[in-house]
């Protein structure tokens, strides 16, 4: 999971395994979440999104599960892949009302560091 | 060509000098953010835009300023730079409509 500090959570798995890569996020209020992946050199990718009034959403090869009770919200890989190596974070929207606008900026967590071996 | 471009991509800077990195965007989107990324930790906000007349203040904008030349064009500027300014930023951009933020690769700035 996330934590604070200089030092990322690592995972490291085999390849054809299953990750998963937890997150824990902070506000209630949050109402959209979203996973990102961070190959070296590079900027942060999409890689799939869940809405609050959704608990589970499926992409190809990844699944988003969202748990509000304990605000925690979770990444699955099936069948890992060496090009699966990277940093991976998650990201809270809280939308906040200003001047009659609604407006939502993204809180991202500290990422944690997955390597596949092959 | 990308969605969003950053430029310079790399840049040493001496303590002390002004420095401007620049980002634009082909997405159409209203909304840029600028963030900062330091090792072990995340994503930082520096500033945002939401439109070409809306700047905004982030969680760490001291020493840093931005301009909104146009919709596709948001520059961050470090008047004077200092060592601790040291770090890879990043600029994205939003559709409202949807929440997930479009990032460039990435400028990274060492300042010695």
């Known amino acids: 999971g996330e934590s604070v500090g200089l030092h990322l959570p690592t995972l490291s798995v085999q390849e054809g395994d299953n990750s998963i890569i937890n997150c824990a996020y902070s506000n209630s209020a949050s109402d959209y979440f979203i996973w990102y992946k961070q190959e070296s050199g590079k900027g942060p990718q999409f890689i799939i999104d869940i809405r609050s009034n959704m608990d589970k959403r499926q992409g190809q090869r990844v699944t988003v599960l969202l748990n509000k009770t304990v605000k925690h919200l979770s990444l699955q890989i099936a069948a890992t892949q060496p090009g699966d190596s990277a940093v991976y974070f998650c990201?809270?929207?809280?939308?906040?009302?200003?001047?009659?606008?609604?407006?939502?900026?993204?809180?991202f967590g500290q990422g944690t560091i997955l390597t596949v071996h092959p | 060509d990308a969605d969003v471009t950053q430029t310079p991509r790399n840049r040493i800077t001496k303590t002390g000098k002004r420095i401007m990195l620049e980002c634009s965007q082909t997405?159409?989107?209203?909304?840029m953010y600028w963030y900062r990324q330091d090792p072990g930790l995340g994503l930082r906000l520096i500033y945002y835009?939401?439109?070409?007349?809306?700047?905004n203040k982030g969680e760490i904008s001291d020493g840093y300023s931005v301009s909104r030349q146009a919709q596709a064009k948001f520059s961050l500027s470090l008047e004077s730079a200092i060592p601790n300014q040291t770090a890879l930023y990043f600029c994205a951009t939003s559709d409202p409509g949807r929440g997930g933020y479009t990032f460039g690769s990435g400028t990274r700035l060492t300042v010695v």
């Open positions: 990201a809270e929207r809280v939308t906040g009302i200003a001047g009659g606008t609604s407006y939502g900026k993204l809180t």
């Open positions: 835009s939401f439109d070409v007349k809306d700047i």
């Open positions: 997405k159409g989107h209203d909304r």
